[in-house]
């Protein structure tokens, strides 16, 4: 048997950025991931790297079709064969400093093999037996899959296998799921030539976001040519085309040569004998886990998708920083919260959102004041045409207006994921808005519409007597 300090399961985000803290520290680390071509976990093998450098090839698409109106002439359609090519040399210069060869080279311990336990501290891979002072399973998620009724007679795809498989631009995409996944790639497609219907459960895209986000995302994608259907399910597949029914059980038929399942994940937990070491599931089949990530056996803990709650590459980042930072100094343990979380959908427009939603901030019974701000007279955005953008802040309900400091913010706009950064961090820091305010920024930098939307609050201290004060200031020393 091998003893090590530490066990980490699953060589994705978590699981890599936890071994290397480890190493860091010196402690004698094993990292196990069951399959030697899926270093980099989802993120990078795919989710947002092929997806990303996809949405990439896409706008191109978009803005060379958009230039026709100013006397560009285009031809030609997508050669996916070539963009997958494309997308897989990205991942692999990426994936060139994270996989077991590397990770050995900076004298990390890699098994690759099943990982089983064999008991509450030991594990068996490959008919060698492990043990360690602690265990970190960092085993991600999967596509939850459907079950409908003709499906083998299209393709499906998911996340994991379009990437791969998908060699041929289809001329009809379906797209089930009206989340993240299934806006970005439902658009990406759509600009590179398939006509893509996206097929939402629920009232709206994007449902975790505020209405009017959804709102301005649906009316977005519906200029482009998207067909989406809301409160509808795909029922069958047959003939080439699917069967749509909305709650009003009306069988639409929409002509369908592939389709997008993307409906959410599913926490890997099977064959690995959980049971054995102690390690129990919630009604729901995802592990137990307590506020401080560890499971109901005290020697394992659970980081990133595996832990069944925000499922981002960077929530494990945060995770694994909360992890470490408890390991070490057991004394007022960090919480895993929503609270610091931040989120971006890449759709043109893109949309972002940092800390706590409304609904949370209710829940736990924060008092804020909400300041919610068009893009209509942005300069910037008169010029490049996205005046149709949104951005609403809350921030704290009890200081006066110049003392404020930012809780949350969410933005539709071109390029959002980069204009919250200031705001993320100016609440991070507990920045007074008044700062904020006090900025020059260089004109017309798009981020001039942070200011603006400060200085719509401030306007409020302008008040009756402070002006007249200001008035009779003015002539007495002037």
Known sequence: ?????????????AGLGSSGVAKVLGLKTLLIEKDGDNFGGDCTNFGCVPSKALIN???QFHQAKSAERFGLKTSGKADMGGILDHIHQMQNFIKDTEDAAALRK???????GKAVFESRDTLKVNDE???????????????????????ESVEVYTNETIFFDCRELPENLIVIGG???GCELGQAFSRLGSKVTIVNRGERLLDKEPEK?????EMRFREEGIQIFTNAEVQLFKDGKAGIASKEKEILEIPCDAVLISVGRTVNTKGMHFDTAGIELTEKGKIKVDEYLRSTNKKVYVIGDAVGSYMFSHGAEKMVRQLWRNLLVPIFKKKNTWNDLSWVTFTDPQVAHFGLTEEKLHEQGVTYL????????????????????QMSLWLDGSNGLGSKKILSGSMIAP???????????????????RNLNDRVYPYPVAARINQKTIRGILEKTRTVWKLKLARKAFRWFN
């Not at 900076?106 to 690759?112: C, E, L, S």
């Not at 986000?213 to 995302?217: A, K, N, T």
């Not at 919610?372 to 490049?384: G, L, P, T």
């Open 1 to 13: 048997m091998k003893k090590y300090d530490v066990i980490v399961i699953g060589a994705g985000s």
């Open 57 to 59: 090839i896409a706008n």
């Open 106 to 112: 900076k004298g990390i311990d890699v098994v690759i």
């Open 129 to 151: 037996t492990y043990t360690a002072r602690i265990i970190l399973l960092c085993t991600g998620s999967t596509p939850r899959m459907l079950d409908i009724e003709g499906m």
């Open 179 to 181: 989340g993240p996944v």
């Open 213 to 217: 986000v959804s709102e301005i995302l």
């Open 370 to 389: 909400r300041k919610d701000q068009s893009f209509e007279h942005d300069d910037r955005a008169i010029v490049e045409e996205y005046t149709y953008a």
């Open 415 to 433: 390029r959002a994921g980069e204009l919250v950064q200031e705001l993320e961090l100016a609440k991070h820091a507990n920045i007074p808005i």
